[in-house]
């Protein structure tokens, strides 16, 4: 349908392909706006800074950050702009955060580091897996802040054996300050885990005077299934909709709507931060826009009332299984097009409008789109656009694609949906 076969374009990019080597290539969030940065900026973009004053032209291409980890993008069209095309995805995945002094000695023969949790995450599938340390350090002299991928294997978190915990299989409930906590190196010497950060950076340590530090599965995302048909990732939610609108943003032509690329930092612990969803950042942004164009506060707010946003966030498939902890009538499976999520109680912001705005659209692009809603006895998450419509109140639809083992280290989806997706948000940005 729609000219996308196996997660490919009538053009033969290759979306999957393209799609695995950005996550391998954004082990956080940091790295996820630096990579969308450079490829706006090779794309024409300007980089615009929230402390300098702004000079826009109509038809100009433009992109600022916040934190380093949220970004927004946008193109003016050439003439009078009637509004706001928005998509909006999120740069965080559920991961541990190193603490600050992390090692921990244990009786001279190990060091292991000290962590926490960043966001819900199923804890049992950090396990006995190749996991290293990626992150940003901030560093003296007025050097700036740097962003840093340790890119090797460097630590484990070591499962208990079965013959010292034979419950395990019966169900275990995980302590992450003693469950979860990563091998490092040996005790007795040897390089001290800031010491490798530092060299990583090309400093010295006491020139690293703050860090956040994440760790991050190192397997590969990759293809599977008896045609290939599925892919396997760290981090699929939500730098797949990350991508996905990145690259309808380079390809989208706006007319008459000033198309914006959204990307959120902290979705996963609840966006109220400087650079959240929860936060002014779009907001500022919209009117700084406004302003520069010229435009009163009753011109801005007519532009609100003829923008809409698409909101992209990961949506969960049936599961094999346990198909039974889906709803009876809504039920998304891999590879069977986009997922627009309903919820009664406006966990999502889907209404009988933007629906309709977002089944068009599918049309237009002729790819095919289903349904999704909790079921009524399980409670669901929020995500983002009823959390940005608190400071930027415009329609809005909550969309995204369907997957497995959301919040895992390692995620499941459909190879074909990507490529519906960016059919989709093309259509949407060009219309």
């Not at 706006?33 to 973009?45: F, K």
């Not at 095309?85 to 000290?114: G, Q, R």
């Not at 490529?419 to 259509?427: P, W």
Request: charged letters at 20%; a negative charge; proline letters at 4%.
């Amino acid at each position: 349908m729609g000219g996308i076969e196996n997660g490919k374009k009538e053009n033969g990019t290759d979306y999957v392909k393209k799609l695995l080597a950005f996550i391998q290539n954004s082990p956080t969030c940091y790295h996820a706006v630096e990579n969308a940065g450079q490829e706006l900026e090779t794309a024409g973009y300007g980089q615009l800074q929230e402390n300098e004053r702004w000079e826009l032209a109509m038809g100009g291409k433009y992109y600022v950050t916040r934190n380093g980890s949220s970004l927004i993008a946008f193109q003016l069209p050439a003439g009078k702009t009637k509004g706001f095309h928005m998509v909006a995805s999120h740069s965080d995945s559920p991961c541990f955060k190193l603490k600050e002094s992390p090692e921990i000695t244990v009786e001279d023969a190990y060091i292991k580091l000290n962590v926490e949790r960043y966001g819900g995450m199923i804890l049992s599938t950090w396990l006995d897996r190749p996991l290293s340390v990626a992150g940003r350090v901030v560093l003296a002299g007025g050097a700036g802040v740097s962003n840093v991928a340790v890119d090797r294997d460097l630590l484990v978190i070591p499962n208990l054996a079965i013959h010292m915990n034979p419950d395990v299989n019966k169900g275990m409930e995980y302590n992450v300050q003693n469950d979860m906590l990563p091998l490092y190196a040996e005790g007795g010497g040897g390089k001290s885990f800031m010491e490798l950060i530092a060299e990583e950076v090309g400093v010295l340590p006491e020139d690293i005077l703050g860090s956040d530090l994440f760790l991050y599965n190192r397997e590969e995302g990759r293809r599977f299934g008896a045609r290939e048909e599925f892919i396997c990732a760290p981090r699929l939610d939500d730098l797949a909709c990350v991508y996905a609108s990145l690259q309808a943003m380079l390809h989208g032509k706006p007319e008459s709507y000033a198309n914006l690329l959204v990307l959120f930092d902290n979705e996963e612990v609840g966006s109220a931060t400087k650079q959240g969803a929860a936060s002014t950042f779009l907001q500022d942004t919209l009117m700084r826009i406004a302003e520069s164009l010229k435009m009163t506060r009753e011109d801005y707010s007519r532009l609100l009332a003829d923008s809409f946003m698409i909101s992209a966030d990961n949506a969960h498939a049936v599961h094999p299984n346990h198909p039974e902890k889906a709803d009876p009538t809504n039920r998304p499976y891999l590879n069977r097009g986009i997922v627009i999520k309903h919820h009664g109680s406006q966990k999502y912001t889907t209404d009988a409008v933007s629906a309709a705005v977002i089944k068009n659209l599918c049309r237009q692009a002729g790819v095919p789109w289903q349904n999704y809603a909790n079921r009524s006895d399980i409670a669901g998450g929020s995500t983002l656009g009823n959390i940005s419509a608190v400071q930027v109140p415009v329609s809005s639809a909550d969309v995204g694609l369907a997957q497995l083992a959301m919040h895992s280290a390692y995620e499941t989806a459909g190879a074909e949906d990507i490529g519906y997706m960016i059919r989709m948000m093309e259509c949407f940005y060009g219309s």
